[in-house]
């Protein structure tokens, strides 16, 4: 079983939608969780972090599951610059500043 | 406007060929990661550097993969020889304080 477990789509929704993607994890001792964003043929972004009491930015919000051990991130109102991977991302438990990557979920916004 | 540099950005060579990818982190940061990426295996930590001083380098085959970190300004990852299976787009991220890395635009690695 991978440390990190995404569903890799491709998720196709048209503009103006709501997606959502979930992701797993199986240490429970880690610390730190991010989502990244990934364009075609480009490097990884950071997208935001992931905190227990849940954090939004502008149309993207990210919630913690600790107990069940999921993270999850919301996009309102999705738009076509939307469309990319979309990278889970976790702090390896016994260093904080190792991380260790989801395979990614692909989301394509048409028009 | 601060980013990591990568060169090069293409490389197409021969199996046997040796490979070397260079990269200037952000100025001021003291962790340096390369990544590997494929498409069946995702992003793959191959070493970390911390105020140049390696510090995991589990995830790169020894027998042919080496980083080094000559200065705070470079860092280099070499192959040789290098294998059709080595062919992959290899990231070079740099960090400071907090968790947050910062990717260059990566070196697109072809063997043939």
């Known amino acids: 079983r991978k440390e990190v477990e995404q569903d890799p789509g491709p998720f196709n929704v048209p503009e103006g939608a709501t997606v959502a993607f979930n992701c797993t994890y199986s240490n429970s001792a880690s610390q730190s969780f991010f989502w990244y964003r990934q364009d075609c043929r480009k490097e990884p972004k950071l997208l935001m972090s992931v905190y227990s009491s849940g954090n939004e930015d502008g149309r993207f919000t990210a919630q913690l599951n600790r107990a069940s051990q999921y993270i999850s991130l919301l996009i309102r109102d999705s738009k076509l610059s939307d469309s990319a991977t979309y990278l889970c991302v976790v702090t390896d438990a016994g260093n904080n500043r190792k991380l260790i990557w989801g395979l990614g979920t692909s989301l394509a916004v048409n028009p | 406007d601060a980013r990591v540099t990568q060169t090069p950005r293409h490389k197409v060579t021969e199996m046997g060929q040796e490979v070397t990818m260079r990269c200037q982190p952000i100025l001021g940061h003291n962790t340096v990661f390369w990544y590997r990426q494929t498409m069946m295996q995702g992003l793959e930590l191959l070493a970390y550097?911390?105020?140049?001083?390696?510090?995991?380098d589990s995830g790169m085959p020894k027998d042919r993969f080496s980083a080094e970190m000559p200065d705070a300004t470079l860092a280099t990852l070499k192959i040789q020889p290098s294998e059709p299976r080595d062919s992959a787009v290899y990231f070079c991220?740099?960090?400071?304080?907090?968790?947050?890395?910062?990717f260059g635009e990566g070196s697109r690695l072809t063997v043939l």
């Open positions: 991220a740099s960090g400071g304080t907090g968790v947050r890395l910062f």
């Open positions: 550097f911390r105020n140049r001083a390696p510090l995991d």
